[in-house]
């Protein structure tokens, strides 16, 4: 089991409720927030997500902690006739919801309130289903990935977006100075809520990668489990089927 990294540490709310509140409270400045803290790479790294799940054709896909929407919205190019985004926080819903209304895609992309820890599916309902920056912040992960492998078909696509850490010599230092140093500062500069971004590099350095979180992936009953690091580690690619 990973540590538990909570939001606000002082807070008697559970992780959940912490991280909802989080994202509520930062929900209109995520987006920006986004692209300065990836430099813009994590467009490149969800284009890939969005490859591999097109390849399936699928009809239905569940974007997961799917927040203001960006890779429900990119998931519409797969073809497929069903998306629903699911996500804790009414607050990334509702930001996510004016973009779909934007793009004029309301009537395939559906944006609804839930917890990954107990979805309001039944068992074998999806082609495919997504998680991009997600899993890091449930507050049970082996419960999560467990009610995924439930509503997801046999046979179905299973796609995480993950940041990880880089192991080898100059970035594992790089990244250490960057997270520890720069991403709170950012955060400091762009957000009333210093605290997500301190929480934003502390949950991804306690949180399990790379053959890690393989295992707990084939321990929640998933096979064909594999991971592909992106940008020298500082964030991860991984693939599972049912
Ligand atoms: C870092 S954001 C990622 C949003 C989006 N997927 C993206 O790639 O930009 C994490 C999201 O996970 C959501 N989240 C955390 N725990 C969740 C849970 N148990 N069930 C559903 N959503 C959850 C949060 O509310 C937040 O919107």
């Known amino acids: 089991m990973s540590k538990k990294i909570t939001p606000y540490k002082d807070s008697d709310l559970n992780k959940k409720k912490q991280v909802e509140q989080m994202f ?3 929900s209109t400045k995520y987006d920006g927030l ?26 239905s896909v569940l974007d997961i902690a799917t927040g203001t929407g960006d890779l429900a919205i990119s998931l519409a ?18 930001v996510g ?5 934007q793009e004029n895609l309301s009537k395939k992309i559906e944006m609804i309130q839930g917890d990954s820890e107990s979805l309001p599916f039944e068992d074998d309902r999806f082609d495919a289903i ?10 049970n992960l082996e419960k999560g990935l467990s009610e995924i492998f439930r509503v997801l078909k046999p ?3 299973f796609v995480i977006l993950e940041t990880s ?12 100075f960057y997270s520890k140093n720069l991403l709170p500062l950012i955060g400091k500069l762009f957000s009333k809520d210093k605290v997500a971004y301190s929480y934003l590099s502390e949950s991804a350095a306690a949180f399990p990668y790379g053959e890690e979180l393989n295992n707990i992936l084939r321990k929640s009953g998933f096979i064909d489990v594999r991971h592909k690091p992106q940008t020298m580690g500082v964030a991860t690619i991984y693939a599972a089927s049912k």
């Open 155 to 157: 046979g179905g696509i």
């Open 165 to 176: 850490v880089p192991t080898k010599f100059p970035f594992k230092q790089g990244y250490h």
């Open 34 to 59: 986004n692209r300065v803290i990836s430099f813009g790479i994590d467009v490149k790294w969800r284009k890939k997500v969005i490859n591999m799940v097109a390849a399936t054709n699928p009809e």
């Open 130 to 139: 997504t998680v991009a920056f997600g899993v890091r912040n449930f507050e």
């Open 24 to 26: 509520d409270t930062i």
């Open 97 to 101: 919801r004016k973009k779909i209304a």
């Open 77 to 94: 190019k797969t073809g497929a006739k069903e998306i629903i985004g699911l996500d804790l926080s009414e607050g990334m819903l509702a």
